[in-house]
């Protein structure tokens, strides 16, 4: 139901609308007409008129005044004084001193006359007519107070602010000043500084040319000869020339190797590198898969403590695939796998058994398998991922699904691109491919 | 009133038209080098000298492959060799004056070195001037110019041990003529010190960012500071002075540029200030203050060492692209040249630093 403003609803004999009318009616009860005051008194003279209005009590920060140049209202509730003035007074410049019990107006005549009364007599149309314009005249002026008030504090404000501007300006100034004159004061003394590193320089080599040969001639003949000359044409800078070519240097170390290790990483790549979350990811899944046994079996209960160990009989199972007996160890591999479904290695042995066994269908669907259960794809399962991939590889070829094959084979080309056996068949497989299209 | 802490002021700055990835002051001059590689993948080496406030193109020199870093901490005064290390693992010391053919020249490394420092030049220290390079392939290598070919150490992974790229080296503890150590820091944040007499890793440590500078504080002396610097915006200063059994090197770690810190280099005329450059093309100014007591017992009985603590004395931003290298001058304090990736290269002055 939205709400009806009880002045435009039509009058629908509606339950909410009746509440509503009747708080309205209720609100109106209370701004009851108000008690007038007729107990005030008024002096003037010949430019102002002194009215002064009893309070009975009432606190003045409750008193509201209106006034225009022709009307005064005073209003503290439950009283009310109002005044239509006989002449018309300069609003502006009257006061009003609300105080002690009583509240006193001076107001300024716009004509300095005397009045012969306080009121004016006007029938009630112009004085309702003359109390809607004191309202909306206080309205005006309020609202201009209001803006001229809003746009001084905005005023205030942008200076304030300009101010601050200039002053931290002036600081940022002071202080560049300051940076600037110590660039300058150092530039000046790397100048001078260059500027004594040139002469000495080139004082040294004026040195030098008179020397004759430097001290870089290596033949010994020579070598006798210049060090006579040195000798008798004595000069600092010679003498310590000739005592650094003459100081031994030791001789190159004699050859060493020290061998180092790095700090190991359970994943060899450096913290930056690695797939964190993928080989985390990798990690658990191989701690879940250890942990999972499906152990609602009815077969458990007829196995030996040794046959209910996923790991013990994946070994049987290698052994018997080494020494040939391939049925015997699918059997164990699908024991285990009964047991626990989760480890890829068995599927992947599986394959391989039945690969052996011909039984390629079989073959592809559990290397399927295993390189489901391989996923994601990192460092530490490449090599699982590999034989898998190789083992599903052959059994598509020996299927004839050439194309199929060689996909496998890329991949684990793509795990080991160093495997030279794998390029081969590759290799072959694609001549096959193109041989029979 | 004047400005009291140090202020680091951008005196020059010139833009190049290659990539310059290192820059050193050339020894008793006002001239400087940069290297780097043109857009064409061939290398350039580049003199300026400073006048009047801008920067003369004394000379430039192309190689056939890019030059990722140099030194001249291995040369007497007076020869005063530039030895760099290219992109194809070839290190190479060249007499600037006639660079058509390096006065030696070896392949040190299968891969890029990056990184290479020298000690034993320049008058300082004893000991037989030697180069080493740390190389993208794992392997650090000392060398010696006498020793044609073949290096004098090398420092390599065992076998069958996956390698770890080597992104710095520095020479330290080099105090008389048999002592000299190398440390090298690596791409998983391995940090190793090598001691050179004895032929043996003397610590290891790893602060789990790949390491991208260390730098002892002097080489010349006994070891007393080392500071290595990080990815993510870490950098470790170690007390080298006292050495625990098992925990190593005490050290004090701070965060700061919010980015990769990429160099780190001591005031030569002072070891315990120094400089980082980030990744985020601006350089801080440290000081490090020493502890009250430099050492204390252990749980044990054993001495430990007890680091001190490091203050920021200044910052400034150059630039918006990494600052890559870093150099002081060591004939004037707080002269420094630093070359960033936005192709420019600036010369800066460190005011106030004897006040410090």
Redesign the interface.
């Known amino acids: 139901m939205t709400d009806r403003h009880p002045s435009i609803a039509p009058p629908l004999s509606n339950h909410r609308h009746v509440v509503a009318t009747s708080v309205y009616v209720s609100l109106r009860r209370e701004s009851e007409m108000p008690l007038i005051v007729k107990d005030h008194t008024w002096t003037q003279n010949q430019n102002t008129v002194y009215i002064s209005v009893p309070l009975k009590g009432v606190k003045p920060a409750s008193v509201h005044v209106i006034c225009t140049d022709e009307y005064l209202k005073v209003s503290f509730p439950p009283f009310l004084f109002e005044v239509f003035l006989f002449g018309s007074i300069n609003e502006e410049r009257s006061e009003a001193r609300i105080g002690n019990g009583v509240a006193v107006f001076t107001l300024q005549k716009r004509r300095d006359e005397s009045w012969e009364q306080l009121f004016t007599n006007i029938d009630k149309d112009k004085q309702k007519q003359i109390r809607e314009q004191a309202v909306l005249k206080v309205q005006q002026k309020e609202a201009e107070k209001s803006k001229a008030k809003a746009a001084r504090i905005q005023q205030e404000k942008k200076y304030a602010l300009e101010t601050m501007m200039k002053l931290e300006n002036k600081e940022r100034d002071r202080i560049q000043k300051m940076k600037d004159e110590e660039c300058a004061r150092a530039t000046a003394e790397l100048d001078f500084w260059r500027e004594t590193q040139r002469k000495t320089a080139e004082e040294k080599e004026n040195q030098q040319k008179t020397r004759g040969t430097g001290p870089q001639d290596n033949q010994p003949v020579n070598q006798k000869t210049v060090t006579l000359m040195r000798n008798t044409g004595d000069t600092t800078s010679g003498q310590r020339s000739r005592k650094q070519t003459a100081k031994d240097l030791p001789a190159p170390r004699s050859a060493g190797c020290i061998q180092i290790s790095f700090t190991p990483r359970v994943f060899p790549t450096a913290l930056r590198e690695s797939h964190v979350p993928e080989e985390e990811e990798w990690l658990k899944k191989q701690a879940e898969a250890r942990r999972a046994v499906d152990t609602d079996l009815a077969e458990l209960d007829d196995l030996r403590e040794d046959e209910r160990n996923p790991d013990w009989l994946k070994e049987k199972g290698d052994k018997l695939f080494m020494s040939g007996n391939y049925q015997a160890a699918v059997n164990a591999y699908n024991l285990a796998i009964k047991l626990n479904r989760k480890i890829p290695a068995l599927f992947s042995n599986r394959a391989a058994c039945h690969l052996k066994l011909r039984n390629l269908h079989k073959a592809i669907e559990d290397s399927s398998q295993a390189l489901e259960l391989l996923k994601p794809a990192v460092a530490a399962n490449a090599s699982a991922r590999l034989k898998a991939h190789v083992r599903r590889g052959t059994a598509f070829c020996e299927l004839e699904l050439y194309v199929e094959g060689l996909q496998d084979y890329q991949a684990a080309l793509e795990i080991d691109p160093h495997n030279a056996a794998l390029r081969a068949d590759s290799d072959k497989i694609c001549e096959i491919i193109q041989g029979t299209t | 009133m004047?400005?009291e802490k140090p202020?680091i002021?951008a005196?020059i700055q010139k833009s190049l038209n290659y990539t310059v990835f290192d820059s050193r002051w050339i020894p008793?001059?006002?001239k400087f080098v940069c290297m780097g590689n043109f857009a064409r993948g061939s290398g350039v080496l580049q003199i300026y000298e400073?006048?009047?406030?801008e920067l003369q193109l004394v000379r430039e020199i192309e190689k056939a492959k890019p030059i990722k870093c140099g030194t001249f901490g291995a040369t007497?005064l007076?020869q005063r060799h530039l030895a760099t290390g290219d992109f194809d693992g070839s290190l190479n010391v060249w007499n600037l004056e006639v660079p058509e053919s390096p006065v030696y020249s070896v392949k040190a490394h299968k891969e890029i070195i990056n990184s290479i420092d020298g000690v034993g030049g320049l008058?300082i220290g004893d000991?037989?001037?030697?180069i080493v390079t740390g190389s993208r392939d794992g392997t650090v290598k000392?060398w010696?110019s006498?020793?044609k070919d073949?290096?004098?150490?090398?420092?390599?992974?065992?076998e069958g041990?996956?390698?770890?790229d080597c992104w710095t080296v520095a020479f330290g503890h080099a105090f008389n003529?048999q002592d000299r150590c190398v440390c090298a820091g690596?791409?998983?944040?391995?940090i190793?010190l090598?001691d050179?007499r004895n032929?043996?890793?003397r610590w290891?440590t790893?602060i789990?960012?790949?390491v991208c500078s260390v730098e002892f504080d002097r080489k010349d002396i006994n070891m007393n500071k080392l500071v290595a610097t990080s990815?993510e915006g870490k950098f470790h200063v170690f007390d080298m002075r006292t050495q625990h059994p098992t925990k190593g090197f005490a050290s004090v770690s701070e965060k700061a540029h919010k980015s990769t810190i990429w160099q780190v280099r001591h005031l030569p005329q002072n070891r315990d200030i120094f400089m980082t450059a980030g990744g985020a093309g601006n350089l801080h100014l440290w000081k490090y203050e020493y502890p009250a007591q430099r050492t204390k017992k252990g749980a044990d009985d054993v001495d430990m060492g007890v680091a001190g603590s490091v203050n920021l004395l200044q910052n400034v931003t150059l630039s918006t692209q990494p600052i890559s290298s870093l150099d002081w001058s060591p004939?004037?304090q707080?002269?420094c040249v630093c070359s960033s990736f936005d192709q420019s290269v600036r010369v800066l002055?460190v005011?106030k630093l004897n006040t410090v």
């Open positions: 004047s400005l202020q002021i005196h008793c001059s006002a400073i006048q009047h406030g007497s007076q008058g000991g037989a001037p030697e000392v010696d006498r020793q073949t290096p004098v150490v090398n420092m390599e992974p065992m041990e996956t390698k770890r003529e690596y791409d998983n944040g391995d190793k090598f050179l032929m043996s890793l290891e790893n789990k960012n790949g990815l004939d004037k707080g002269l002055i005011t």
